[in-house]
């Protein structure tokens, strides 16, 4: 079995400061690790994935998470908020040996204010 | 990222009749794709997986005959909500990936549809 836990519903970000949002995972198997953004009444757009090789993944929009095994975390980062990374953001997680379904944290909603 | 198209992207519909939301992978082939619900400030919840050319598999809960789920081809996926009724309004959002063996780890999400049943 797999899971997500994003253990924060909201979090509130000054404009400029840096920003994290966490995530804990749970596989069997080796992890497949995703961060989604999801924009008001829009599907979610793709941010970054860990795979496989460095620990630190830098993706879209000067996102980057730091995958930790023996913490099993993959924390959301960027060192400057700005006004408008306000949105969902969701955590995913898959086996690596599992051609199947991914499964969602319930998301984290970050609010950055100017 | 890959395009994936979901249409339409607001449907109204009169209770009891059917309704009918594509979603199309635009620049890959998509040999699984996944069909969401998401209710208001809620996380995704997954109704059925489809691979190209077979039956969906429904998660618990999920009504076959209601929700029915076509993958007919590797660009391709249709949800029917069929005899739709006010408590069907929602926000329903497809993704779809790549086989593995194309590298494709990541699944990439249509726009979603906002169906209200009245």
């Known amino acids: 079995a797999q899971s997500v836990a994003q253990p924060e519903d909201q979090v509130n970000v000054a404009e400029g400061n840096p920003l994290t949002v966490k995530c804990t995972y749970s596989?069997?198997?080796?992890?497949?690790l995703f961060w989604y953004v999801q924009y008001p009444n829009r599907g979610l757009q793709f941010l970054l994935k860990?795979?496989?090789?460095?620990?630190l993944v830098k993706g879209s929009y000067g996102f980057e998470a730091e995958f930790n095994k023996s913490q099993t975390s993959f924390h959301l980062k960027k060192p400057s908020a700005l006004v408008s990374d306000s949105a969902l953001y969701f955590c995913?997680?898959?086996?690596?040996?599992?051609?199947?379904?991914?499964?969602f944290g319930d998301g984290t909603t970050l609010t950055v204010k100017p | 990222g890959a395009v994936v198209s979901q249409h339409p992207s607001r449907v109204i519909c009169k209770s009891g009749t059917s309704v009918k939301i594509e979603c199309r992978s635009l620049?890959?082939?998509?040999?699984?794709m996944f069909w969401y619900r998401q209710f208001p400030k809620q996380s995704l919840m997954l109704m059925a997986t489809?691979?190209?050319?077979?039956?969906?598999?429904?998660e618990q809960g999920v009504e076959k005959d209601k929700f029915l789920i076509n993958h007919a081809s590797l660009t391709l996926s249709t949800l029917t909500v069929t005899s739709a009724h006010p408590e069907d309004s929602s926000f329903y959002i497809c993704?779809?990936?790549?086989?593995?063996?194309?590298?494709?780890?990541?699944?990439?999400f249509g726009q979603g549809t906002r169906l209200t049943v009245v």
């Open positions: 993704s779809a990936r790549g086989g593995y063996k194309q590298g494709n780890t990541e699944a990439f």
């Open positions: 860990y795979i496989t090789g460095d620990n």
């Open positions: 596989v069997s198997g080796n992890p497949y």
């Open positions: 489809s691979n190209e050319g077979s039956k969906a598999t429904y």
């Open positions: 620049d890959f082939q998509a040999t699984t």
């Open positions: 995913a997680v898959r086996d690596a040996t599992n051609a199947g379904k991914s499964t």
